[in-house]
Every structure is written in structure tokens, then in C-alpha cells.
């Protein structure tokens, strides 16, 4: 008798998550179907609602994106060619591309290592007399050290926009992330911890001129209609996205306990198996909502080690394996490889494991039991010319612990 192969383990189930709420989810869109109104309208109206209330701001105004949620505020303050804006250089892609497509100038700020987000001593050194703005990212999930980075932008008189589009519902500080900034940025991207059917995001502030501005902004800048004073674009939030996000919203928080629970029984587990992996850590004072569980391999083991969890069906990812300052279409910046050494490390080095609130135990033990196989048999059959796996990435909180989110 052979037993059957064991079923694999996906890096997320988008399915998993829907599919419970079907009934509600088709109820709001027939609803949507049933007023005809497609665009704006009383579920986007909801919706923007509930993020405020959320993120603990007065505005909140939906729009076709994250992406556009973060082009959306650096429009509104009119940042253009000669300006440059601070921003780590570890992130998804958007980030930066908000940046380059209004003609300023990305100036990419190294990570902290523990962290993977942007260090606010490495941004107070790229600040010049033509900075304007700062987007610090909060990654995986985990927000960023805001205390510091609004320091450091009220000194010199900075915009800062908040990229939570991996996190919403983290704070810093006891502050909703997004609610700290002058902006906040929020994607509903099928896989972002709050996903619709499709794209989707969220601006939010506490300036009301300025929420006004990034309503027209997103409307071609008409106000009233077919009467232009900006040139805006059309990014508005589909009603259908909307109901079906306000559906899900009602989760939001449930959904974040369990990707906690997962990442804390991850770190456990796999510390109590002795891997030499750098686990995840969360810093005091601020919390994370998991949107991805994030390893370190050190010595060049990562491809390997994302190889063997593939071949027993084991899902993961790199996020991100090209740092965005060594990317083709950022040449003319003058970038070169060791310009932000712990980014380039972290980018050789990060694998991300399966995380969705869904994810059962069993599901977990084995992803736990894989990792720990390859770093057991890592050590002793590791090519010679590597070092074995036993030595930590430098910088990487083998020891910490993993959470102090609440
Ligand atoms: C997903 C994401 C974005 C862009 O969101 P979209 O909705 O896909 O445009 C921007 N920044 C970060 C950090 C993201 O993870």
C-alpha cells in the first residue's frame, strides 16, 4: 500500500477565503447590479467609510488601485520634475513607479535588517535641499518606524505618504498604519490581507482641502462635471469591488489573528527544530499583520531551499528578488550594486513561506517539517565550496522574539 502523495500546500488560497462568503459576496453584488450605479455610489460610499473608521482618519476616497493611491496624493501636492522623494528600495515596484511616472526623482533609503523596512537614519543622509516627500513602506505587513520618520520629515518639512497596501489594520505607536502620515495608501489587490475580486484601493488623510483635491484628482479633475482646474486621471473604485470589500471588511480583524497565530506557532516551531534561518521579528511599539512570513537563507541556500519545498509541493516566494535601484528601467539614476548593501542582502537572501488565514496546522507542520529537513541535510550536503547553514545572515534576529503585535 502506497500512501497518496500529500496535497500540496499553496503559498496562498484566494478560493479557500471566498468561497465561505459566497452568498453574502453574490447578495452585494446583485444589490450593486440591481441600482445600476457602477461607479461611486452609496457601497463605495461604505466602503470609504469603513476604512476611515478603520484607519482612524476623517477621509478616506477610493480609487482604481494601490498603485494610484499612491500617485494619487504625490498629484495632489504637486510633486514633478526636480523633486525628489525618499523611498526604500525593497519594495513592490509600485512605490517607486508612482514617483518616476510624475516625472520626480526616486531616491532609494536602505532597509533595516531586522525589519526589511526603510531606515530613517539612511533617509536623513539622502536628504537634500530638493526632497519633498518620503514614502515609507510598511513591509510583509509590519509597520515601519514612523515615530522616527516623522521626526525627521517635520524637520525638514517633508510630505510623508504611508505605503499600507501589505497592512492594513498594523500600527505603530498605538496609530492605525495609513493614519499617521499626512497620506496612506491601501491596495485591495486579490492578495493584499483585505482582497476584492479585482484591483482596487484607498487614499486616506486628515487634510479635507487636500481629500477634496484627490477626489477630483481621480475624476480627470473635473468639478463640477465637464469643468477642468487640474488635470486629474480616471481612477475611481468599481461599486462591485466596493460591496464585495465591504463584505470582507467585516473579517478584517479575525483574518489578522489568524495570520499572528500562524506566524507565532511558525516561530516556534521552527525555532524549537534549531533551523538557522533568520525568523521574522516584530519590533516594539509596532505590530504586523503577517501579510507574508518572511525567512532568511543565509549563504546562498535560498534558491535551493524554495527547490526543495517545491519538489514535496510546498508554495513560497521572493519578495523581491531585484532591489529597485538595480532595476533596467532605473539605470539613468546612477545606481550601482553595494549602494545599499543591506537591501542587495536581503534581496539574495528572503523567502517567503505559505500564509493565509486559512492555513491549517497540518498544512503548517508540513511547511515546518520541510524547512527543517533541507536545514538539517543542508549542513552536511552543502556544496564545498559554500558554507554550511548553520551561520546566520548578518543582521538577522535568529533569537528574537517574533511578536509583540497586539
Ligand atoms: C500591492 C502593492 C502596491 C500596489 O498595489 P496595486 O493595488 O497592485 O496597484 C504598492 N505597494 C506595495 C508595497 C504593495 O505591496
Redesign the pocket.
Given at each position: 500500500m502506497s500512501a497518496a502523495a500529500p496535497k500540496p500546500v499553496p503559498m496562498l488560497d484566494v478560493n479557500r477565503q471566498n468561497a465561505p462568503l459566497l452568498p453574502e459576496i453574490d447578495a452585494a453584488i446583485a444589490e450593486v447590479t440591481r441600482t445600476g450605479t457602477f461607479i461611486n455610489g452609496p457601497a463605495c460610499r461604505e466602503f470609504e467609510e469603513a476604512v476611515a473608521a478603520q484607519v482612524g482618519v476623517d477621509h478616506a476616497i477610493g480609487c482604481a488601485?494601490?498603485?494610484?493611491?499612491?500617485l494619487l496624493p504625490l498629484m495632489a501636492e504637486n510633486i514633478g520634475p526636480g523633486d525628489e522623494v525618499l523611498l526604500p528600495s525593497f519594495?513592490?515596484?509600485?512605490?517607486a513607479g508612482a514617483v518616476a511616472r510624475l516625472g520626480a526623482k526616486p531616491v532609494f533609503v536602505d532597509i533595516l535588517p531586522d525589519t526589511f523596512n526603510i531606515d530613517p537614519e539612511d533617509a536623513a543622509r539622502k536628504i537634500t535641499p530638493a526632497t519633498k516627500a518620503m514614502i515609507p513602506?510598511?513591509?510583509f505587513g509590519q509597520a515601519a518606524d514612523m515615530k522616527s520618520l516623522m521626526a525627521l520629515a517635520e524637520e525638514h518639512n517633508l510630505v510623508v505618504i504611508e505605503?499600507a497596501?501589505?497592512a492594513i489594520g498594523a500600527t505603530a505607536g498605538g496609530v492605525a498604519a495609513g493614519g499617521i502620515g499626512h497620506y496612506g495608501?491601501f491596495?485591495?489587490?486579490p492578495?493584499?490581507n483585505l482582497g476584492g475580486m479585482g484591483?482596487?484601493?484607498m487614499i486616506t488623510t486628515n487634510n479635507a482641502e487636500k481629500a477634496d483635491v484627490i477626489q477630483r484628482l481621480r475624476n480627470h479633475g473635473q468639478h463640477p462635471r465637464y469643468y477642468h482646474h487640474l488635470v486629474g486621471v480616471n481612477s475611481r473604485l468599481d461599486a462591485i469591488q466596493a460591496a464585495v470589500l465591504n463584505v470582507k471588511m467585516q473579517y478584517l480583524t479575525e483574518w489578522a489573528e489568524a495570520r499572528r497565530a500562524h506566524a507565532d506557532r511558525y516561530t516556534s516551531e521552527l525555532k524549537s527544530r534549531k533551523v538557522s534561518l533568520g525568523l521574522p521579528m516584530v519590533t516594539s511599539g509596532v505590530s504586523s499583520v503577517w501579510?507574508q512570513y518572511t525567512v532568511r537563507v543565509a549563504d546562498g541556500q535560498r534558491d535551493a531551499l524554495q527547490q526543495a519545498l517545491n519538489a514535496v509541493g510546498i508554495g513560497s516566494a521572493i519578495y523581491y528578488p531585484v532591489p529597485l535601484h538595480l532595476q533596467g528601467c532605473f539605470e539613468s539614476l546612477g545606481y550601482s550594486e553595494g549602494d545599499l548593501p543591506h537591501t542587495e542582502q536581503a534581496a539574495q537572501e528572503v523567502l517567503s513561506l505559505p500564509m493565509f488565514p486559512e492555513m491549517t496546522t497540518e498544512e503548517q507542520d508540513r511547511v515546518v517539517a520541510a524547512v527543517a529537513e533541507f536545514n538539517q541535510s543542508g549542513s552536511t550536503t552543502a556544496a564545498p565550496a559554500s558554507v554550511p547553514m548553520n551561520t546566520p545572515a548578518a543582521g538577522a534576529n535568529v533569537d528574537l522574539p517574533s511578536s509583540k503585535a497586539g
Open positions: 488601485s494601490g498603485s494610484d493611491a499612491l519594495t513592490f515596484f509600485a512605490t513602506v510598511h513591509l505605503d497596501c501589505q495608501a491596495s485591495f489587490y492578495t493584499k484591483d482596487g484601493g501579510n
